[in-house]
């Protein structure tokens, strides 16, 4: 089985590469627009790359100065859109003709090459180096320790402008044991240890983050709707109360399914024997969340707790004191630990993403609880994105760096 991730990096760009970088994204842009109309020029919709190749690559080549594989890559994106149009046409939905605006560009390693500190990309002048920009140091950060990590190889990337960046979103990939016997026979398992909270619905301490943004969307669109119909005041609004109400809850509900098999399925894919929450019972006082979001984390813990069971792996909850403020490194406890959504230990000065400190927290809380001398079994580690942090807080590599 393979696990895929991608890892978003902030490239640092000068101002005469940042000029290539959009002559190359508007070609590219251009492209993708131009093989999309030819698709629909005919009687039918032309969605073969093949044909759509023959059609078009020769006019495209002349016109600019992309690289041929920037042309292959524009020209799959072109008839990807192409065939879900069909597909949507097919089902009697809407659907109009494709235009791409959004400012991206799509890279294989024919067209880039990923080195540790920087990567070299196509443009449509040769090529460019940029410099990667990391959050830290650190190489158990979410962002560089699969990047960085032996075990994970990059198929690719897309390089996005946004707010002012240039951003690449890294694919990288890694082939999962899928051996069960092997599974079964692994004595002391390790403990995913789970954050929840307001900005990430939920984070992990494999560095695994869901965001609350979808669930914010649909909670203040059900607010404002209902807003409006308590206005009317009447009978029938009321009524329409409820509906959304139903509506909106059965949309949660899927979201939080979605989420809790992820969450599993990481457990599973990582072997850890038990999944680590905080105790829920006062979670809105210590994260100032909303009683929609107490009513979906208990709905989250529900499902992972049901799902787990299948597969033979325990759901707890831990004492949740100060797990937002304790450095998961040295251990040093401070409210000024933490600023928002970042964490840095004013001991000693490890520093990353706040929910995941957090989520370290709760599988280390886990594990220095169920500390009683004879290992019958109880997790020894926990599972991090590459490797384990001991009871004593060190890292542990995975087993094959270690040979
Ligand atoms: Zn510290």
């Known amino acids: 089985m393979e696990k895929r991730r991608t890892v978003p990096v902030r490239l640092d760009v000068d101002s005469d590469d940042d000029v290539l970088l959009r002559e190359t994204v508007d070609e590219f842009l251009w492209t993708a627009n131009y093989v999309t109309r030819h698709a629909f020029e005919g009687e039918y919709v032309t969605t073969s790359k093949t044909t759509l190749h023959d059609d078009t690559y020769e006019d495209v080549r002349d016109e600019g100065r992309l690289h041929s594989n920037h042309v292959q890559a524009a020209r799959n994106k072109a008839a990807d859109a192409c065939k879900s149009v069909v597909e949507r046409r097919k089902q009697a939905k809407k659907a109009s003709i494709p235009h791409f605006t959004s400012p991206h560009l799509v890279y294989d390693h024919r067209t880039a090459t990923f080195h540790n500190d ?193 597969y033979g792996i325990e759901v707890e909850q831990v004492d949740p004191e100060n797990t937002s403020r304790r450095c998961s490194t040295c251990g040093f406890t401070h409210p000024d630990n933490r600023q928002s959504e970042s964490f840095e230990c004013l001991k000693c000065g490890y520093e990353n993403h706040a929910d995941y400190n957090a989520a370290k927290n709760i599988g280390l809380r886990y594990l220095r609880r169920n500390q009683t001398g004879d290992d019958g079994g109880a997790p020894v580690g926990v599972r991090l994105n590459s490797g384990t942090l001991n009871v004593n807080g060190e890292h542990e590599p995975p087993a094959s760096l270690e040979a």
């Open 118 to 310: 920087y990567v070299s990309i196509a443009t449509v002048a040769g090529r460019i180096e940029a410099d990667y920009v990391l959050p830290d140091k650190e190489r158990d950060t979410p962002h560089s320790a699969y990047f960085f990590s032996d075990e994970y190889e990059t198929t690719g990337a897309e390089l996005h402008y946004r707010n002012g960046n240039w951003m690449l979103h890294i694919h990288c990939k890694r082939n999962v044991e899928t051996d069960t016997s092997e599974q079964a026979t692994t004595e002391n398992g390790t403990v995913l240890g789970v954050d929840l909270g307001v900005n990430n619905l939920a984070v992990t301490s494999t560095g695994t983050f869901w965001t609350g943004e979808e669930f914010d969307h649909w909670r203040r669109e059900y607010e404002k709707r209902r807003g409006d119909l308590q206005q009317c005041g009447t009978r029938w609004a009321h009524e329409n109360i409820e509906s959304i109400g139903r509506k909106e809850e059965g949309r949660f509900k899927i979201t939080l399914h979605r989420i809790s098999n992820e969450l599993v399925n990481e457990a599973r894919e990582t072997e850890c024997s038990v999944i680590a929450f905080e105790d829920l019972t006062d979670i809105r006082e210590r994260t100032g969340a909303s009683w929609g979001h107490k009513w979906a984390f208990n709905r989250l813990y529900e499902y992972v707790e049901y799902k787990a069971a299948e």
